[in-house]
Structures are given as C-alpha cells and as structure tokens.
C-alpha cells in the first residue's frame, strides 16, 4: 500500500525530534501544532505527520492510548524511551496501549498483531 512506503520515508531523527517535542509538550505544556511545525522545519518532517507521532507519544505515556499506527522503529524507540524517561507506570501505560491497537485493528479488519509481539517482546526482556 501507499501509506507503508510513506510510512517508511519517516526517518529515525525524525522519530527523535517528534519525541522530544512530546517531551516538551509533557513537561511544558507547549503547544503541539507549534512544536510540530518546529519538527516540520528543523528535519524536513511533514508537519501533519509530525503532530501524529508527537500525539502518539503525549497519548501513549498519559492516557495508554494509540489512536494512529506509528511506524516500527518508533514502536520499539518509543518503550526504550518512554521506560528511560517516565518510569515503569507509564511504559505498562504505553505497553497496554499496543495491545489495545491490535484489538481495534483486528476488530476493524485491518492486518493487526505486530503491536502485540513488541509488547511481548518488551514485557519478557
């Protein structure tokens, strides 16, 4: 499809700059369409794309929520730094929401299972 091969153009520093922008939105409560215009201009990052994955983190480490799939080196990236940087509450947080990803894609038809095996895969590591 398409959106893999879009998906696949997001590079790791991209993946970077949106999660230290999360950061600042956490911690500052800065504003994330200025944050993801910032992302957009300093690594070339579409914006629009650059407010998903700055969301996905915001949702993943304060509510246990993914609302958009996210690429697979944020996937794995994301619990590295999410467990580094807030603590075992927020990564079972965020590991609860891969699991509930899977669930909603599975429901709706959609290839699903890869959020799991992470999960899986962090949980017994």
Partial sequence: SNEGAFMSAITEVQICACYEAAGRVLRNGEP???LADY???ST???AGSARIYIDAVVSLVQRGTLGRDIS???RR???DWIARDYG???LARALCAYRKRDE???LHGYSY???TKIADEYSQS
Avoid: C, I, Q
């Fill in 72 to 74: 697979t080196f944020a």
């Fill in 113 to 115: 299972g890869t959020y």
């Fill in 44 to 46: 070339g990052m579409d």
């Fill in 77 to 79: 990236s994301f619990l």
């Fill in 32 to 34: 994330k369409p200025k």
């Fill in 104 to 106: 909603w894609l599975k």
């Fill in 88 to 90: 075992a509450d927020a």
């Fill in 39 to 41: 992302v957009s201009r």
